[in-house]
């Protein structure tokens, strides 16, 4: 027997979305992630849409009585908020490479100083 919860009024769509909505959200972000990464979306609309989303589903989605829409809300915001994500990993991502090839410079240097012949 399964261990999924059917909740009442429930169809199959609004079920099958709601299993798979990490997938989805994920194939959403991904996808708006590069447009905006290739400055197809500017990113002030992503941000803009991701308060959009966030505030959509916080104050008005998630307590909606249609299964259906708390799903789509949720995947709206979820998504929304990994493109917002995406920036400012790339960001941390060349901060953490730039430290690191300091550090092996470092150790480079401190090696050829350290260099007796």
Avoid: C
């Amino acid at each position: 027997m399964s261990n999924a919860v059917v909740e009442h009024g429930e169809g199959s769509f609004s079920r099958s979305l709601r299993r798979r909505r990490f997938i989805v959200a994920a194939v959403v972000a991904g996808v708006e992630a590069v447009l905006v990464l290739a400055d197809v979306i500017p990113w002030w609309v992503a941000i803009l849409a991701a308060i959009a989303a966030v505030a959509t589903y916080v104050g008005w989605a998630r307590d909606h009585s249609a299964p259906i829409v708390r799903s789509i809300a949720w995947v709206a915001a979820a998504s929304q908020l990994v493109v917002v994500l995406v920036p400012v990993a790339i960001v941390l991502a060349g901060l953490l490479a730039i430290v690191g090839v300091v550090v092996l410079a470092a150790i480079a240097l401190a090696v050829l100083l350290l260099d007796r012949r």
